[in-house]
């Protein structure tokens, strides 16, 4: 079992910056990938940015450029941090991870930070 835990979000006005943390449970070293998404009211939970245990990066093509994903291993968390925000940004940002338990992938999410951008 994992535990997933996001802050960081807030309300900030476009142009703005914010950084999401998200703290695991346990170590991250050994996990496959660990990924933030969004969901905007009315809309499908999308991937925004994904980070794997190599440190390999993939964004969403919307926020290229402004949004940098990383991890502390030491600190068994990952950070997204946005710049530039717009109020398209405006959503709940999940985080999540996979990691293969006992032969089995496996897939644990947060529950969630609030993202408000206004214009």
């Known amino acids: 079992q994992v535990q997933l835990v996001e802050s960081g979000g807030g309300l900030v006005q476009a142009g703005g910056s914010l950084r999401l943390s998200c703290a695991a449970s346990r170590s991250i070293f050994s996990f496959n990938a660990m990924g933030w998404y969004r969901q905007a009211p009315g809309k499908q939970r999308e991937l925004v940015a994904t980070?794997?245990?190599?440190?390999?990066?993939d964004y969403v093509d919307s926020v290229k450029g402004r949004f940098t994903i990383s991890r502390d291993d030491a600190k068994n968390t990952v950070y997204l941090q946005m710049n530039s925000l717009k109020p398209d940004d405006t959503a709940v940002y999940y985080c999540?991870?996979?990691?293969?338990?006992?032969?089995?992938?496996?897939?644990?999410w947060g529950q969630g930070t609030q993202v408000t951008v206004s214009s």
């Open positions: 999540n991870c996979r990691l293969v338990e006992l032969g089995f992938p496996s897939v644990y």
């Open positions: 980070i794997t245990s190599g440190s390999r990066t």
